[in-house]
């Protein structure tokens, strides 16, 4: 105890010192991450646009949230009613919420920007004139259940993350323990190998893990080396999610469901979005009778341990490390690692998957940080050959795949991943079909593609500013009235709707609806399959690719179909969300500051071992690791 209050006690008499006498603070709480200060006066930290505030986190460099001490907030039917009169009625507010534990009142709108108001100054007024901190929230514009049910999760369970956060901020902010300065990388899954990404990062103090993914094959999935010696649950102090892809979060429950009890950072998309993989990938493992890793309940564990954090944001997570996530342009709240380990001992970036080029719907990757010494950068197109051509030249090559295949009357069946490439290819056909490039024919998507949609109009920030604009003063390439939703029961009656395009999930047919299709389709000569994602070595998807021409299917009694694949096979690579290996190259030679180590993962062996030759010769002045799972790397 002696230990934990050591740097919690300095940290409150530091915060008190800074304080102007008519602050009137009745107590400072640590809440995860963030310090809390309660008061009786929360104009006194209004005033002068928060200077206040910006100054206490200026001298002591932690996070701080101002909430008023209950004997000053309003009774909550008043405030509301103060809350409806302050806000324009343009905000469109659907609910109002108020969270006793920590006098904060959720405003959710369909334009929270009224909320706000000019210069934050509607938000303050309520704060100042309530008592309530507000937590103002976008409203889907297209219905979202997985959003309602995780913002009623957090609502109704309120009071167990309030200790939760507490318990974490005592951890965090205990003082360190050891002298002793080291950092070790080891890899639990992802080197090598294309999938089941988890790292751990080692140093005296704290043990972080970046990713828990899962490998998909077909039959099953591998996980990672949690067994492994180094790693032990009791000893984690944070885990880090840099998107939301099976293989990046997919065995997160699987930590819950054996002990794990602390923080999980990452993105607030990639908290809807990986509640709602995650709870996929249990039905389809119960529907296909695989044994199940762990349970819903493990899910909404993992929910209720998840911190949400915004680019840019620096946030303590354990004694010796600060945590910053950045674009990565790969999926909607895809994230870059940046890790602030000790006093300056060494900075760490994992680019998790990233994309260094614009998209059509995302920004490119970022590249500059405050500081970098070691990145581990993934490779998964690092290949001699894998230079994937630019998205207007996979856009016209799609384009001309899907205009040959309805001129034939036939059916356009693309497995997508539900997150990212299905918005990607729904955006790209919508446009040609804007433009005129194509027909208007009928686009049915399944596999909870429509929900995934939902998701990404809730953080249009998140997205570049064409799509943005799309979603909000155009017509939303998700909600148009071509694009139909399906449940699974009309499967038959679509495919003879010709022509007309399905996009539908798995991405790398290891599972999903997408194999009903398939084998409805799979005979039909003037059908397309065409593959807009990567195909992890093993899986179907990959197979087929290598010129597998008979593909089998179980039925619901058990009994094996065999259809011989005469469907047009097409390959189109430029929506990949992954940098390519000039984009990789590209990524080094910018990088700012020039890391001293890169360590390469995410991608095939043979692949990644040629590439870090390569680099060797291009890059002589920094060291390249390219190690096996279980292998370690000292980053200091």
């Not at 009169?85 to 709108?109: M, Y």
């Not at 039905?283 to 954090?309: C, F, M, W």
Request: charged residues 25%.
């Amino acid at each position: 105890m002696e230990v934990l209050a050591g740097t919690i006690l300095d940290l409150r008499r530091r915060i008190f010192e800074l304080l102007p006498p008519d602050a009137e603070v009745t107590r400072i709480e640590f809440e995860g991450p963030r310090i809390a200060i309660y008061t009786r006066n929360p104009g006194a930290f209004i005033a002068d646009e928060e200077r206040l505030i910006k100054d206490i986190v200026k001298t002591i460099k932690k996070r701080i949230v101002v909430r008023s001490d209950p004997s000053v907030r309003m009774p909550q039917h008043l405030a509301e009613q103060l809350i409806r009169e302050a806000v324009p009625s343009e905000a469109g507010i659907r609910r109002i919420h108020f969270n006793s534990e920590v006098g904060e009142v959720e405003i959710e709108a369909e334009k929270p920007g009224y909320v706000i108001g000019k210069g934050g100054e509607t938000r303050r007024e309520i704060f100042r004139r309530t008592g309530w901190h507000p937590r103002i929230l976008r409203a889907p514009a297209i219905q979202s259940p997985t959003v309602a049910e995780v913002r009623e999760l957090f609502r109704a369970r309120a009071d167990d993350r309030l200790r939760l956060l507490r318990s974490v901020g005592e951890r965090i902010f205990r003082v360190k323990l050891f002298e002793n300065e080291y950092v070790r990388i080891v890899g639990l899954g992802g080197f090598q190998e294309v999938g089941r990404s988890a790292i751990l990062v080692q140093t005296p103090e704290s043990q972080i893990l970046l990713d828990a993914g899962v490998k998909p094959l077909s039959g099953g999935e591998e996980y990672p080396f949690f067994e492994a010696p180094e790693f032990d649950v009791e000893k984690l102090d944070a885990v880090v999610v840099t998107h939301s892809h099976l293989d990046h979060c997919g065995s997160l429950p699987y930590l819950f469901k054996f002990g794990y009890r602390g923080p999980v950072y990452m993105t607030e998309p990639t908290l809807y979005l990986t509640k709602l993989v995650l709870e996929d990938y249990l039905r389809v493992a119960q529907k296909e009778g695989r044994p199940l890793p762990y349970s819903e309940r493990d899910i909404a564990t993992a929910l209720l341990h998840t911190y949400t954090l915004s680019y840019g944001e620096v946030t303590d997570i354990a004694p010796d490390v600060k945590l910053t996530l950045y674009r990565s342009g790969h999926i909607l709240g895809g994230a870059i690692v940046h890790l602030h380990i000790g006093e300056g001992l060494v900075n760490i970036v994992y680019t998790g998957d990233f994309k260094f080029q614009h998209t059509l719907m995302l920004d490119a990757a970022d590249y500059r940080f405050p500081r970098l010494e070691l990145l581990i950068m993934e490779a998964t197109y690092s290949g001699k050959d894998d230079v994937l051509p630019h998205r207007d030249e996979a856009f016209k090559q799609l384009v001309s795949i899907v205009d040959e295949t309805l001129k034939r009357n036939g059916v356009v069946l693309v497995p997508v991943l539900a997150v990212g490439r299905a918005q990607e290819v729904l955006l790209a056909l919508r446009m040609a079909m804007e433009g005129g490039l194509l027909p208007q024919v009928p686009i049915f998507i399944e596999g909870m593609i429509d929900e995934v949609n939902a998701i990404h109009t809730v953080f249009p920030e998140y997205l570049n500013a064409t799509v943005s604009e799309m979603i909000f003063r155009k017509v939303n390439p998700f909600t148009a009235p071509n694009v139909h939703i399906l449940k699974g029961e009309e499967r038959e009656e679509v495919v003879e709707a010709r022509p007309c395009i399905i996009l539908a999930t798995s991405g790398m047919l290891t599972g999903g609806p997408v194999m009903e299709y398939l084998k409805l389709l799979a005979e039909d000569e003037r059908s397309s399959l065409v593959f807009v994602s990567y195909q992890v070595e093993g899986t179907l998807g990959r197979k087929i690719l290598q010129g597998l021409k008979e593909v089998s299917f179980v039925d619901s009694r058990g009994r094996v179909e065999i259809r011989e694949l005469k469907m047009q096979v097409h390959r189109v690579e430029g929506f990949s969300g992954h940098s390519d290996r000039r984009e990789l190259i590209s990524y080094l030679r910018r990088a700012t500051p020039t890391p001293k180590k890169v360590i390469l993962n995410h991608s095939e062996r043979s692949k990644v071992k040629a590439f870090a030759r390569g680099l060797e010769r291009m890059f002589p002045n920094i060291e390249f690791y390219v190690p096996e799972n279980l292998e370690s790397v000292r980053a200091v």
